[in-house]
C-alpha cells in the first residue's frame, strides 16, 4: 500500500514538474490532464500533494461561470465565447461538468462534440467532468482543478454547468464572472433563477434569440432586477452580499449560440464586468470570500478526518468517554464535545 | 468505493453508423461508467487530443466503413508518440476476425463485434484495466 | 380513406362478441391451464401488444370499397399498380460498389448477366461527405463502402458499356446528390442518351440524414434549396427521374421501430412537398417522382402493415391535405431493402433465411423494387458469391413459390387490416407532433424537431430498448442470444477485401484528370457556382457545366461549404 501511494507520489511530482516548465505542448497538457486525474479520484489527499507546489503560479486567470439548463445552449454559446478568446491568441480551458445518474453512477459526458471546432487547437483544453453526485465534493474539486489550469498558464477559464443544487451553484464561487443562460420558452425557468441562481448572477444572458419570446424573457429579467435592486441583503456571511456589489446591475444580453450573433457583445460585457471588479475592489472582496470557502472545505475535510482518527484511536479521548458513561450533569454528548473542541482549538490557535 | 472509470468512446472516420457507439455509451453509463463520447467524424488527431486533455481509462473505437486498417494503427502511432501507454483500447463495430491479429499487433487490446453484449464489454474493461 | 375517429362509433358484432367470450372461458382457459402462453407480452418490434386471435370486431365499420378499394386506385391499400406482379415483376436491384469504378462496372456487369433488372450505385464515404480522395479526412475510407468517385471521369468508367438508356438506376447519395445527377447526365449525353430518356433516382433525401444517418453536410435550409433545384430542374428536363427516394431504411437502421420508421418518412414526404410548393411548383408537377425507401424488418406482419399503411396514409394526405389532383401523386411507390442490423456475425449463413423471410414479407408488401443483403455483410462488404445467392433468393420468391401470381394476398386478413389500421394511428399521432413543432407545417416542423433533437432521441431510445431486449431475451436472435454453440466447424465464408492500394490508385488518376483538363475553365466554372450560390437561382445548370468540365466533387462541395457552412450534430442520449 505505502510503496502503491510513495509511487503514485513520483508520479505526481512527475507531471508536477512538467506543469512549471514555461514551455507550453501536448506533454504540458497531458500533464495538467494527468493531475486532474489524481484530484478527480484522490480529492484532498491529492490536491494536499499537488496544489501547495503550483499555487506560486495561481492567480492570473480570468474565471467564467457558465450555467443554464439542458437545451439552454451553454455549450454552444461555451463554444462561440471560447473562439473568441482564442482569436485574441489567449490560452483558453474549458471545464464541462454533467450530472452523474443518479440511480447507476454512470454519466455521459457530451460536450465536447460542440467543441470540435477548437479542440485540436494547441491554445485550448477542454476536460469533462461528471458531478459525481451532490455528496462528491464537486466544488472542491472543481476549485482544486481550477487552481491547476490556472498554475498551467490559462489566461480563460470557463466552469460549465448545469448549476442544479447548491454544490453545483457553489462552483461559482470561484468565479470572477457567472453567466446565466436562460432561452426564451422554457416556462418554469425563471421561478429557478428567483431561488437560486439570481444572487450570484453577473451577466443575465439570453440565448436563442431567434426564437419566440425572448424579448419578453429580456423583460421579465429586467423586471426581476428592478425588484431586486430593492432588496437588503442582512446576512453578512452570505454569497449575495459580496457578489451583488453596488454599482454593477447584471446586464441582460440576447444570444444566438449557434449563428455567434451578439456573441461580441457578451464578450465586451464580461470585460467590462472584469474592469468594474479591479476598480471598485470588488475582486479582492471576493477572492477574500473566495478563499474562505475554500478553506472552509479543505479544514471540513481534514478536520472530519482528524477528529475521526484522534477519536477512534487516542487513548486520551477515552477520559472524556468515561466521564459520559457516568449519566450525570456536565457529561452529556454536548459539553463533552464542546470539551474536545476546546482543546482543539487551543491547540491550533492559541 | 470503487473509484470512478473514465472511458471515451469515439467514431474515427467518416461513417455514420453512430447507433452501436450511442447503445454502447448509454449501456456503459448505466453500468456505471463515465462515458465522454466525441461525436461522429473523428480524426486520429481529434481522438488523440480528446485522450490527452480527458485522460480515460479506457479508448473505445467504433468503425463500420471498413477504414479500420489505416484508422486505428494511425491513432496508436500518435498516442505512442505522445506517450500514452497506460490506457485500454478496444475497437468495435464490423471488423473482420481476419483483421484482429493485426491490431493487437499495434495495441488494440480486443475488438468487439456485432452482438456482443454490454455487460461483456463492461466485465472486460474492468478487468483489463492498466492503471 | 380509413377516418380514425369512428372508433367512438364502433359497430361491433355481438354474436361475435358472444361466441369469443364463450371460447376463452369454456376452451382456452382450460388449455392455459394444461399448457400456459410461452411469453408473458407477445408484441412487435414496434411494441404494439399483439393479441392470440383476430376476428371482424377488430376492424368494425370496414367499409371494403372505402377502405380498401382497388389496386391501383385510391387509397392504394392493396397496390400501387392495377396489376401488381401479375404484369411486371418487382425491379430486383442489387446496391453495389466498391473499390475504383472500374471494379465496381464488373460488379455491375456480373449481376446483369444473372438477371439483375436494375443498376443502383453505392458510393463510398468520401463522395458522401464531399471530399476529395486525397484529403486527409478520407485516409483509410477509399473504396471502401462503396465506390470511388471523384470526378466525371470516374462516371464514365462506372457505367462503360452500359446502356443508360435502357437500364434505371438508382444512386444513393444525399448531400452531393445534385452533382452526381449532373455527372449522370453527362454520362448519358455522351452515350448519346438525351436526359429526357434518363430513368433512375437519387436518394436525394437530407432530411433523414439529419435524423438518422448522418452524412450531412450544409445546414438543413441550403440543403433543401439545392434539393428543390434538383426537383424543379427535372421537372422540366428529366421527367423520367425519381428526384427524391425518401427513405425510412436508414431511420429504421439507426435504430427506430417500424412505426417511427413509417412516421417520420412520410413526414420528411410531406415536408419535401411542402418545400416544392413553396418554390412556386404546381405539387402535380412533382409529386408523381417522389418515391420512397423502406426497410424490410423481422416481424413479418408488422413490416407487411407498414408498406399498406404507407400507401394509404400517402394518398390521404397528397389528395385532402395538398390537394393533388394527379392520382400518380396520391400514388406512392416504394423500393425495399432487407434489414442490415438484422443480420448477425454469428452464424452467417442463417442470414440467407433471415434475408428470404423479409423479402417475403416486401414482396407481401407491395414493393416496387427490392435490394436482398447477402449473408456476410455483418463481417464485410459483400461477395460475388453472397450477392448472388441474394439475387438468387428474389428469383426464387419471384418464379417459384407463386406468392406473385394475385395482389395483396394478405388484404383482408383481420389480423393484417388491424394491425394496418393501428400503424396508420400511430403514425397519425407523429404526425400531429411534427406539425405542432413546426406551428401546421411540416417542412417547419421537420427543421425544429432535427434542432431539437427530437427525431434523433426517439430513435436512440428505441435502439437502446431493443439492445435491453436483446441482453434480456425479451427478443430472441437465434445464435446470439439462443442456441449458441462453440462450433468451429462452421465454415467461415470467405470475404471481399477492399485494398489500401485502391486509395492510392484513385488519388493518382484524380490528380491526372486535373492535370489533363482545362483548368481555367475548371475554375471559371467553380467561380461562378459561388457566385449563383449566394443567389437564388437554380444551380443545377451550373453544376452540369463544372462537372463537364471536370470539376471534382470535392471542388464542388468545398465551394458549397464556404458559402452555405457546415451542419454540426449536437449530441443527444
Known amino acids: 500500500m505505502t510503496t502503491e501511494i510513495q509511487s503514485k507520489n513520483t508520479q505526481i511530482q512527475k507531471y508536477v514538474d512538467l506543469l512549471k516548465n514555461p514551455e507550453k505542448g501536448p506533454k504540458k497538457k497531458r500533464a495538467l490532464a494527468r493531475l486532474i486525474t489524481f484530484i478527480e479520484n484522490g480529492g484532498p489527499e491529492a490536491a494536499k500533494e499537488i496544489i501547495p507546489q503550483l499555487y506560486p503560479l495561481t492567480g492570473k486567470a480570468h474565471i467564467i461561470g457558465i450555467t443554464g439548463a439542458p437545451g439552454s445552449g451553454k455549450s454552444t454559446l461555451t463554444s462561440e465565447i471560447s473562439n473568441h478568446y482564442l482569436e485574441q491568441g489567449l490560452t483558453v480551458s474549458v471545464i464541462a461538468v454533467d450530472p452523474t445518474s443518479p440511480f447507476t453512477g454512470g454519466a455521459i459526458l457530451g460536450d465536447r462534440i460542440r467543441m470540435k471546432k477548437n479542440f485540436t487547437n494547441p491554445n485550448f483544453f477542454i476536460r469533462s467532468m461528471a458531478n459525481r453526485g451532490q ?59 428567483k431561488a437560486g441562481l439570481m444572487e450570484i448572477t453577473d451577466i443575465f444572458v439570453v440565448n436563442k434569440m431567434d426564437r419566440d419570446g425572448a424579448d419578453k424573457r429580456v423583460a421579465e429579467l429586467e423586471t426581476m432586477l428592478d425588484f431586486g435592486e430593492n432588496i437588503q441583503i442582512e446576512n453578512d456571511y452570505s454569497q449575495a452580499k459580496v457578489v451583488r456589489c453596488d454599482g454593477w446591475r447584471p446586464p441582460v444580453i440576447k444570444t444566438n449560440g449557434l449563428t455567434g450573433e451578439n456573441v461580441p457583445i457578451l464578450l465586451e460585457n464580461i470585460h467590462r464586468h472584469f474592469i468594474f471588479l479591479e476598480e471598485t475592489g470588488f475582486k479582492k472582496k471576493r477572492l477574500q470570500f473566495r478563499y474562505k470557502h475554500y478553506i472552509i472545505e479543505i479544514l471540513k475535510y481534514f478536520l472530519v478526518k482528524n477528529v475521526e482518527e484522534i477519536v477512534f484511536s487516542n487513548e486520551k479521548i477515552n477520559e472524556f468517554i468515561e466521564k459520559l458513561l457516568a449519566y450525570e450533569q456536565g457529561s452529556d454528548p454536548y459539553t463533552i464535545s464542546e470539551a474536545i473542541l476546546e482543546v482543539f482549538l487551543n491547540r491550533y490557535f492559541s | 468505493m470503487d473509484r470512478k472509470i473514465r472511458l471515451i468512446v469515439a467514431k474515427p472516420g467518416l461513417d455514420g453508423h453512430d447507433r452501436g457507439a450511442k447503445v454502447i455509451s448509454r449501456g456503459l453509463r448505466d453500468a456505471g461508467f463515465e ?97 | 380513406m380509413k377516418i380514425l375517429t369512428e372508433t367512438n362509433t364502433k359497430k361491433l358484432d355481438h354474436t361475435i362478441l358472444a361466441e369469443t367470450e364463450r371460447w376463452i372461458e369454456s376452451v382456452v382457459k382450460k388449455s392455459l391451464q394444461r399448457v400456459p402462453e410461452r411469453k408473458k407480452r407477445f408484441k412487435t418490434l414496434s411494441d404494439i401488444p399483439i393479441k392470440a386471435l383476430y376476428n371482424p370486431n377488430d376492424i368494425p365499420n370496414w367499409d371494403y370499397l372505402k377502405d380498401m378499394g382497388f389496386p391501383g386506385e385510391y387509397p392504394f391499400l392493396r397496390g400501387a399498380q392495377p396489376t401488381s406482379y401479375r404484369a411486371r415483376l418487382w425491379t430486383m436491384r442489387m446496391f453495389a460498389g466498391m473499390g475504383t469504378a472500374k471494379e465496381t462496372n464488373e460488379r455491375f456487369k456480373y449481376l446483369i448477366k444473372n438477371g439483375q433488372t436494375g443498376l443502383s450505385t453505392a458510393f463510398h464515404l468520401p463522395t458522401l461527405y464531399g471530399y476529395e480522395s486525397g484529403s486527409p479526412m478520407s485516409a483509410g475510407e477509399i473504396g471502401k463502402e462503396g465506390v470511388a468517385i471523384d470526378t466525371l471521369a470516374d462516371m464514365e468508367a462506372l457505367y462503360d458499356g452500359i446502356d443508360l438508356g435502357k437500364i434505371s438506376t438508382s444512386m444513393t447519395i444525399n448531400a452531393p446528390a445534385s452533382i452526381l445527377l449532373a455527372m449522370y447526365i453527362a454520362v448519358g449525353e455522351k452515350q448519346g442518351v438525351p436526359m429526357d430518356k434518363l430513368t433512375g433516382t437519387t436518394q436525394n433525401d437530407i432530411l433523414k440524414e439529419y435524423q438518422a444517418q448522418k452524412s450531412y453536410i450544409y445546414p438543413p435550409e441550403p440543403s433543401m434549396r439545392l434539393i428543390v433545384d434538383t426537383i424543379e430542374f427535372c421537372t422540366k428536363h428529366v421527367p423520367k427521374w425519381n428526384t427524391i427516394s425518401i427513405s425510412g431504411y436508414h431511420i429504421r437502421e439507426a435504430g427506430s421501430t417500424a412505426v417511427q420508421e413509417l412516421a417520420f418518412t412520410l413526414g420528411n414526404g410531406l415536408a419535401y412537398v411542402e418545400a416544392g410548393i413553396a418554390r412556386g411548383l404546381d405539387v402535380d408537377d412533382f409529386a408523381p417522382r417522389l418515391s420512397f425507401f423502406f426497410n424490410a424488418h423481422n416481424n413479418f406482419f408488422e413490416e407487411i402493415a407498414k408498406y399498406r399503411a404507407a400507401r394509404r396514409i400517402w394518398a390521404r394526405h397528397m389528395k385532402e391535405v395538398y390537394h393533388a389532383k394527379d392520382p400518380r401523386s396520391w400514388r406512392l411507390r416504394f423500393h425495399t431493402q432487407t434489414a442490415g442490423v438484422a443480420l448477425t456475425a454469428q452464424e452467417p449463413y442463417n442470414n440467407i433465411i433471415r434475408v428470404t423471410m423479409q423479402a417475403l414479407a416486401a414482396v407481401l408488401g407491395g414493393t416496387q423494387s427490392l435490394h436482398t443483403n447477402s449473408f456476410d455483410e455483418a463481417l464485410a462488404l459483400p461477395s460475388e458469391e453472397a450477392v448472388k445467392i441474394a439475387l438468387r433468393t428474389q428469383q426464387v420468391i419471384a418464379h417459384e413459390t407463386g406468392v406473385a401470381d394475385t395482389i395483396d394476398p394478405l388484404g383482408g386478413s383481420y389480423f393484417v387490416e388491424w394491425l394496418t389500421d393501428k400503424m396508420e394511428e400511430e403514425t397519425e399521432a407523429y404526425f400531429a407532433k411534427i406539425k405542432e413543432f413546426g406551428k401546421g407545417s411540416m417542412l417547419e416542423g421537420a427543421y425544429v424537431g432535427i434542432r431539437n433533437n427530437f427525431y ?118
Open chain 2, 35 to 131: 462515458v465522454i463520447y466525441t461525436g461522429l467524424h473523428q480524426t486520429p488527431e481529434d481522438i488523440v487530443q480528446s485522450v490527452i486533455q480527458e485522460d480515460p481509462d479506457a479508448l473505445l473505437l467504433s468503425i463500420l466503413s471498413g477504414a479500420h486498417p489505416v484508422l486505428l494503427p494511425e491513432i496508436m502511432k500518435q498516442l505512442k508518440a505522445n506517450e500514452i501507454d497506460d490506457i485500454l483500447v478496444l475497437g468495435g463495430g464490423i471488423i473482420p476476425e481476419e483483421d484482429f491479429p493485426a491490431l493487437k499487433e499495434v495495441g488494440v487490446e480486443a475488438v468487439f463485434g456485432p452482438g456482443t453484449k454490454i455487460q461483456e464489454i463492461a466485465d472486460f474493461i474492468r478487468a483489463n484495466l492498466k492503471r
Open chain 3, 456 to 573: 434523433q432521441r426517439e430513435i436512440a431510445n428505441a435502439s437502446y430498448q431493443y439492445q435491453k431486449e436483446i441482453e434480456s431475451k425479451e427478443q430472441i436472435q437465434v445464435c446470439v442470444n439462443a442456441f449458441k454453440v462453440e462450433d468451429v466447424s462452421n465454415k467461415k465464408p470467405d470475404l471481399l477485401k477492399i485494398t489500401e492500394e485502391v486509395g492510392v490508385q484513385q488519388v493518382e488518376s484524380l490528380a491526372e484528370v486535373k492535370r489533363t483538363r482545362d483548368a481555367t475553365k475548371a475554375q471559371a466554372c467553380l467561380d461562378m457556382i459561388r457566385e449563383k450560390a449566394q443567389t437564388k437561382e437554380n444551380l443545377m445548370p451550373y453544376i452540369l457545366d463544372a462537372v463537364k468540365a471536370y470539376c471534382s466533387i470535392g471542388e464542388i462541395v468545398d465551394v458549397f461549404r464556404d458559402v452555405f457552412g457546415v451542419y454540426r450534430e449536437e449530441s443527444i442520449f
Open chain 1, 135 to 193: 455528496l462528491g465534493g464537486l466544488a472542491m474539486a472543481t476549485k482544486d482543478v481550477i487552481h491547476i489550469i490556472d498554475a498551467y498558464g490559462s489566461d480563460i477559464i470557463i466552469v460549465e454547468t448545469v448549476g442544479v443544487g447548491q454544490s453545483e451553484i457553489d462552483i461559482f464561487k470561484s468565479a470572477h464572472t457567472t453567466l446565466v443562460i436562460t432561452p426564451p420558452g422554457l416556462g418554469d425557468e425563471i421561478q429557478a433563477i
